[in-house]
Structures are given as structure tokens and as C-alpha cells.
């Protein structure tokens, strides 16, 4: 792999940088209204919506229904066990429906539904609260871990080729831009709105629903992809694919190291939910603000990453961002208050939008056409028993360590898993030379 040159930025441009990512978003529209692409961007906008209505709050507001350190990590790990359980039976499920789109459609909804759910929960005892809402965010997983699976697989029928990569980064790039605006109105709206504790309670119930509602468009706009061909039931035995899967050495050249580094990325997940809300005291304001920095950092960073992409390929971004990742997490310490993790959260925005492009772009591309459902439930049910096992990973560090040697020893193990990912890339263009020769 060629050295990455990086041109050096005067911080007197980052204003015209800005002002072109500005641009091209027009640019963007235009050429694009009407197509399977501009769609996709839609459904996308509307999926960050519903999720970012409650997420980045999610350990604030487990913590307000009497929530603790254990229960932030149940919220990190029981969607994952969930998702490792139902993903591959769900798969084969899904592979014997004659109309995909209908079913995935059907599947967000019962997801969007529970969201519903969960608005009633502060209405029960307070004794119940923490763990009843911890578990209805896992059982919210099962229906969202197949209908996501779903829709990644359906990417290779709508998109081909370099227009996948593109379309995936362009509704990256775009979420990038309505995600700050709805977590820093719900941020604001729950900091300064309400004047006690019950009454902030109830603006989150609000939003519960509100995501709800936002959910039932995502669904319309869904349903609107164009598809020439409907998928055809499978022919081939569900099981019988496994072994195959196993075998793909194309497909293993990525997964393994992929599989390595999203653990130590997962683990990072409680480790940073527990210091932002419990060590330096973030508000919901605050959490809103440190979404905007990381927002703002990737969406003006993801025409770099989309032009990266394309001249140097899928597996250098990924040891790219990924070597970043690992250098977010070993830095974290030095993170002492909230006015310091807002700008820490610029690094970590432009840091992620490369990794998840990455992932996503590399599943699809490292599957085959044919039975691409079943490669890309297996790749997201082994991710999903990461899920479920990294968060218990850096819980018991920190028991053990605390929180400074578990935020360094999570960092360097991230540093590993992005040299793993650089070996297996530098092997398979060995090979893939070897074979040209």
C-alpha cells in the first residue's frame, strides 16, 4: 500500500472547506432527485432522525430512571446477544419471502413500534423502570438487526459496482447534516425547557413517540426504492451455506480482521457512554454538542473519505480510520471536562464516517452476488456477538484497572486490530499479484 500523503490545511481555508461541502450538497440534489440513489439518501435522513431523537440520550435517560454503571453496559450488550441470536435464522426466513422489500418494510415498522413502547415506561414503578427499559432496547434489536441486515444485503440488487460505494457515502455524507440539527433541538429542548425532573421525563416520552411518527415515513420512503427484479425464494439449502461462507477465503481476507478491530471498537462504546455521563457530568445539552462536533467533522470530511475510496480502495480507508480510532481511545484521559470532549469530538466524527463507510462498503463488496443475505447475516450476526461481549470486556477492565489502563489497553488493542487489517491487505494484493503473474 502506497504512503498516504496528507496535504497540509491552513486553518484560515477550513471556512472555504465548509462552504464547498455546503455546495456540493446542492450539486448533489440536483443530480441525483428522482433516482434510487436520492431515495436511499431520504430513507437514510429519515432513519438518523428516529435514531438520533433518542439514542445519543440513551445512557442520560437510563440514568435519570435510576440506571447505574451495570445497567449502561446491559444497554450496550444485550441488543448485540439479541442480534447474534435471531440474525442467521432470520436470514433464512427473509430468504424465502417472494417480496423482500415488503418484508423488510414490516420489519422497521415492529422496530418503530416498540420505540412506541418505550414512551410508557416511566408511567411504571420506579423499581422496574432501568431494567424493563434496557430490555425492551434489546428486544427493539431483534426486528432492527434484520431489517438492517435486510437492507444491507438489498444494496447489491439496487446498487452495482462503484455506485454502491458512492451511494453509501453520499447518504453518510448527508446523515451528517441532519443529525446535528435533531440531536442539538432535542438536546436544547430537554436541557432548557423543562423546569424539574418529571417534566424532562415526559419531554423524553415526547420524543419516544416523535420517533415513532418519523418512522412510519422511513417505512413510505423505503417502500419507494426501485427494485426491476424482485429477489426469487432460495433454492439452495440454508444450512448447506455455511460451510461455504466459512470457507471463502475472499470473504474471510476481510471479515477476520474486520471482526477483530469492531470488537475493540465496540468495547469503546460503554467506555465512552460511562465517562461522558457519570466522570466529566455531561448534560443532555452537552451530549447534543458533542454530536454536532463529530457530525460537523464528518460531514465536512466525507468528500475526502468518498475521494480516498475511490483512488486507494476499501481496505486502505479502513487502516486508515482505523488507525485513528485507536489513537480516539488512548487520548481519552487527558479528556477532563465537557468544553474539552466537545472538541475531542471533531477527531472522533471524522474518525468514524471512514470506519463505517469502510465496513459497509467492504462487507458487499467481499460477498458474492449469489447468497449475499446469508454473507452479510453471518458478517452481522458475528458482529453482534461482539456486540453482546465487549461491553462485559470493558466493564471488567474497569473493575479491574480502572478507567485509565481500560481506556489505554482498549486504544492499543484497536491499534492492533489495525495492523491485522493492513497485513491481510498487503497479503491479499500478494496474492492477488502473484496470480496476475
Same mark, same amino acid.
Given at each position: ?7 497540509? +490545511? ?61 445497567? +449502561? ?17 432470520? =436470514? ?26 418505550? =414512551? ?8 422496574? %423502570? ?41 447518504? /453518510? ?58 429477489? =426469487? ?24 480482521? $474486520?471482526?477483530?478491530?469492531?470488537? /475493540? ?6 467506555? #465512552? ?36 475510496? %475511490? ?15 485507536? $489513537? ?64 462485559? #470486556? ?44
Amino acid at each position: 500500500m502506497r504512503p498516504m500523503r496528507l496535504k497540509k +490545511i491552513n486553518p484560515k481555508d477550513i471556512p472555504a472547506y465548509i462552504k464547498g461541502g455546503v455546495a456540493s450538497i446542492g450539486r448533489d440534489i440536483g443530480r441525483m432527485r428522482g433516482t434510487n440513489v436520492w431515495i436511499f439518501i431520504l430513507y437514510g435522513l429519515l432513519l438518523d432522525t428516529v435514531n438520533n431523537l433518542w439514542r445519543p440520550f440513551s445512557a442520560k435517560f437510563l440514568v435519570r430512571l435510576g440506571g447505574g454503571e451495570f445497567e +449502561i453496559t446491559l444497554l450496550n450488550a444485550l441488543p448485540g446477544l439479541v442480534a447474534a441470536i435471531v440474525l442467521l435464522p432470520g =436470514a433464512m426466513l427473509f430468504r424465502r419471502f417472494t417480496n423482500r422489500q415488503r418484508a423488510t418494510a414490516a420489519f422497521i415498522l415492529i422496530s418503530r413500534a416498540i420505540l412506541l413502547g418505550i =414512551a410508557f415506561v416511566p408511567m411504571l414503578p420506579p423499581v422496574v %423502570r432501568p431494567v424493563l427499559f434496557v430490555v425492551l432496547v434489546a428486544i427493539m434489536n431483534c426486528p432492527e438487526a434484520l431489517s438492517q441486515t435486510s437492507m444491507q444485503s438489498f444494496l447489491g440488487t439496487v446498487f452495482e459496482g462503484t455506485t454502491r460505494g458512492q451511494a453509501i457515502a453520499l447518504r /453518510t455524507k448527508f446523515g451528517q447534516a441532519i443529525i446535528p440539527v435533531v440531536t442539538i433541538i432535542t438536546g436544547l429542548i430537554i436541557t432548557y425547557l423543562p423546569s424539574t425532573d418529571e417534566q424532562r421525563i415526559l419531554l423524553y416520552q415526547i420524543f419516544f413517540v416523535a420517533a415513532f411518527i418519523v418512522g412510519v415515513l422511513e417505512v413510505r420512503m423505503f417502500n419507494r426504492l426501485k427494485v426491476s427484479v424482485p429477489a =426469487a425464494p432460495a433454492r439452495s439449502s440454508d444450512m448447506a451455506l455455511i460451510p461455504i461462507i466459512i470457507k471463502d477465503r475472499r470473504f474471510l481476507a476481510f471479515f477476520i480482521p $474486520a471482526i477483530i478491530f469492531t470488537f /475493540t471498537w465496540q468495547a469503546g462504546g460503554p467506555i #465512552f457512554a460511562i465517562h461522558q455521563v457519570m466522570t466529566i457530568r455531561a448534560t443532555e445539552m452537552w451530549l447534543a454538542v458533542f454530536t454536532l462536533a463529530s457530525c460537523a467533522a464528518a460531514f465536512a470530511s466525507g468528500g475526502l473519505w468518498q475521494r480516498w475510496l %475511490r483512488s486507494r480502495g476499501n481496505n486502505a480507508v479502513f487502516v486508515i480510520a482505523a488507525s485513528l480510532l485507536s $489513537a480516539n481511545l488512548i487520548f481519552l484521559p487527558l479528556i477532563t471536562n465537557v468544553q474539552l470532549m466537545a472538541l475531542f469530538s471533531i477527531f472522533t466524527g471524522f474518525s468514524t464516517i471512514g470506519i463505517t463507510v469502510a465496513i459497509l462498503n467492504g462487507v458487499l463488496e467481499a460477498s458474492p452476488d449469489e447468497n449475499r443475505m446469508m454473507y452479510v447475516a453471518f458478517f452481522n450476526m458475528a458482529t453482534s456477538i461482539s456486540l453482546f461481549l465487549a461491553p462485559f #470486556f470493558a466493564n471488567a477492565l474497569l473493575s479491574f484497572v480502572g478507567d485509565t489502563y481500560t481506556m489505554l489497553i482498549v486504544g492499543v488493542m484497536r491499534g492492533g486490530g489495525a495492523v491485522l487489517i493492513w497485513l491481510a491487505h498487503k497479503r491479499s494484493k500478494t496474492h492477488q499479484e502473484g496470480a496476475l503473474s
